[in-house]
């Protein structure tokens, strides 16, 4: 029985996730701002916390390592995406969308890294996107943030290489709240015909892939993406 912790599990691929480990009876620890959208399963247990603020991010991985003892596997997945185009792309928002989803995941993994080199074993992992490698117009700080995912999963396999793995899922569209929240019908449609699969990821999917990363299956796997995509970005 693992210890998983995952950031913005309250919703989404994070809860999918979570879903997941619990029901292979891991004990899961989910770090978000907001409570779940819908009742986890039991052994899910969620710690409010923002990403952005390392000294609560820190106290919070400090909680789980007392209380469980070990840390098996991080996965920094809470990521915020706002579509705005270059020219008039606000600062606050810019901002933001880097301090979560690129300086969000540096903060939790270094904290994490530490304990994992304390007792010599863990999986870091991450959610990038297939944005970190195919530009999506109107999505520059986004597109931007999770290519630094990218860099962050290689620079931490190099460091902390052979005790701990490092791995990112790169999802392509997922049906979550945050994807639904800024597509109409219309454009979710206009996605599904641009993927070879013909529609978008349930969330579970995404959730499937972390499972395996964080498996022995995937024992010889480490400073790589496992994009998910339904073949999106095959032919990009
Ligand atoms: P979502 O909005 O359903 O869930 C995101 C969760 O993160 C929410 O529970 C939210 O409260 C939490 N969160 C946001 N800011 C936070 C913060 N500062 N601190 C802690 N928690 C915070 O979104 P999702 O689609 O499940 O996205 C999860 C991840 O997957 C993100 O990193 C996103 O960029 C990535 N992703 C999503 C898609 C997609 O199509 N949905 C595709 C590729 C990558």
């Known amino acids: ?10 919703s989404g691929i994070g ?10 009876g ?18 899910v247990t969620w710690v409010e916390a923002d990403v952005t603020d390392w ?3 820190e106290a919070a991985v400090a909680a789980v390592w007392t ?26 928002t810019a901002r933001r969308v880097v301090d979560v989803n690129l300086l969000g995941v540096l903060g939790l993994w ?23 490698s195919r530009a999506y117009p109107y999505y520059a700080d986004y597109n931007a943030t999770k290519a630094g995912v ?18 990112c899922v790169s999802p392509g569209a997922v049906l979550t709240p945050m994807q639904e929240a800024e597509y109409t019908p219309e454009m979710l449609e206009e996605v599904n015909r641009s993927i070879p699969l013909g ?3 349930q969330p579970s999917e995404i959730g499937a892939a972390f499972h395996y990363l964080a498996s022995p299956a995937a024992a010889f796997l480490t400073g790589q993406e496992l994009v998910v995509d339904g073949g999106e970005i095959a032919g990009a």
């Open 1 to 10: 029985m693992r210890t998983v912790v995952i950031s913005g599990a309250s």
């Open 15 to 24: 809860f999918a996730a979570a879903e997941h480990f619990a029901r292979s």
């Open 26 to 43: 891991d004990t899961v620890f989910n770090l978000d701002v907001q409570p779940p959208i819908a009742a986890p399963s039991p052994g």
């Open 55 to 57: 000294p609560a991010i």
């Open 67 to 92: 209380d469980q003892g070990r840390l098996d596997v991080v996965i920094a997945n809470a990521g915020i995406s706002v579509r705005h185009g270059v020219l008039n792309l606000d600062e606050a």
């Open 110 to 132: 270094r904290c994490a890294a530490g304990y994992m080199t304390r007792q010599g074993r863990g999986v870091l992992l991450a959610t990038a996107s297939v944005n970190a």
């Open 150 to 167: 990218l860099a962050l999963c290689r620079t931490f396999a190099l460091e902390l290489s052979p005790n701990i793995r490092v791995a």
């Open 199 to 201: 529609r978008h990821a």
